[in-house]
């Protein structure tokens, strides 16, 4: 089946997020004050408003400028990778908007059904292109927005985009409840390690603290030169950039590959099962910390430069340092302050102190948290082939190959 493609710019509008400085906020939900919406906020799961700030009503020029339910939020700028982020708004605080590095996008409803252009614009080849109408400079990409609305979308009946956004709802509700339970035992991971260690900031147990080099060899990846880099064959090994390690797992959707021929000694660099893989550079996403444990049975990978392998000194160490890491004790020891964390240095990381409990306690604490990770890794499991999954549903769907 073919639709007309037309250019965003025909079914939507853009308002741009509105400017404003820290030391102009007020109170939330103060008289005359107005809810902002910033990059932390924008969720691919949803808006999330658990932390909000607000600004005098006087700073809203335009009555557009103030947020309607179903319209969507994208960061316009950020990092390559979180430009285009994109939330839909189904609820939302009384008199908010968005803020400067956030654009409002509003659906042309006598053209295009809101959710029906949300659900195509999260598509992951959308995403590419939307990335791909970026500004970049050093560190942070501008969306260009006048690139932005000359993107082509397909166009079917309003009739066919009911239709569609309805298979897709229902899916995208068994994607929320998988992804509430593996929140719920990520939570009870969290509340056992407080529990038996206790919070290693107020260190209430009195325990030991030592770098946590005591516990664990912390090395950072080789410079591997991009010109050097090869196709997939039996001949090359895999390598393992920050933009390969997410929160909790690995993304091998954007994989490089090295030659065998060229490692000689690289050995010290070759990744096992059990080491704990941190992204060096803008380390903490909107999901979190982009840190997380090497699985077994994977293919020979080495590490590369911007990226740490923590390698436990005993195998039972493990759980416990990489909650370590996941704690707030650690993001506090990096970040200081309210500011983005570009990068983790090297010395940083050596010098992040934790508690140093007994053998037995960390044991037993080993034992509890390896049931509940592998519970967790299953979930995982399911949840890249839950998207992959939907991804291939939203293809169908927009492709218009899906069944009637």
């Known amino acids: ?29 103060s008289e005359g004050s107005t809810i902002v919406m910033r990059t932390k906020n924008v969720q691919r799961s949803g808006l999330d408003i658990s932390d909000l ?11 557009e400028q103030y947020l309607c339910s179903e319209d969507m939020l994208i960061s316009s700028a950020n990092s390559w990778e979180l430009v285009g982020k994109i939330s839909f708004i189904e609820k939302l605080p009384a008199n908010s908007t968005a803020g400067g590095f956030i654009s409002i996008i509003r659906a042309k409803k006598e053209k295009v059904i809101p ?44 009739n066919d985009q009911k239709r569609i ?24 991971l969290r509340s056992t390690f407080l529990d038996m260690f206790g919070d290693p ?21 080789f410079a591997f030169k991009s010109n050097d880099y090869v196709g997939d064959s039996s001949e090359s090994v895999r390598l393992c950039r920050g933009a390969n390690t997410l929160t909790g797992y690995l993304d091998w959707g954007d994989t490089k590959f090295w030659p065998k021929n060229k490692l000689e000694k690289l050995d010290n660099y070759l990744i096992k099962a059990g080491d704990i893989i941190l992204a060096m550079d803008r380390p903490w996403i909107t999901n979190g910390l982009k840190v997380c444990i090497f699985p077994e049975n994977q293919r020979e990978t080495y590490l590369v430069q911007r990226v740490a392998r923590l390698r436990p000194r005993c195998e039972s160490y493990t759980n416990y340092i990489y909650s370590c890491i996941k704690s707030p004790a650690f993001e506090k020891h990096c970040r200081p302050t309210e500011t983005t964390v570009p990068h983790i240095s090297p010395v940083e990381l050596k010098n992040f102190e934790v508690l140093i409990p007994n053998s037995e ?32 549903l939203c293809q169908q769907a927009f492709s218009g190959h899906l069944k009637r």
């Open 1 to 29: 089946m073919s639709w007309p493609m037309v250019k965003l710019g025909d079914v939507l509008s853009i308002i741009r997020g509105v400017t404003f400085k820290p030391n102009d906020q007020v109170e939330p939900l």
């Open 53 to 63: 700030i607000a600004i005098p009503d006087s700073f809203i020029k335009r009555a």
């Open 115 to 158: 959710k029906y252009l949300y659900y195509w614009l999260t598509l992951e080849h959308t995403q590419v292109k939307i990335r791909n109408c970026g500004q970049k400079t050093t560190n942070i990409s501008n969306l260009n927005l006048e690139r932005f609305k000359e993107l082509l979308i397909p166009l079917p009946s309003l």
């Open 165 to 188: 956004v309805a298979i897709l709802d229902k899916a995208a509700v068994i994607c929320k409840k998988r992804d509430q339970a593996i929140k719920l035992a990520d939570d009870f």
């Open 201 to 221: 900031v107020v260190n209430p147990k009195n325990l030991e603290k030592a770098p946590i080099t005591e516990l664990t060899e912390i090395i950072t990846g």
């Open 361 to 392: 306690l960390m044991d037993k604490y080993h034992s509890i948290a390896s049931t509940i990770n592998n519970s967790l890794n299953k979930m995982d499991t399911c949840n890249i082939s839950g998207d992959a999954l939907f991804s291939k």
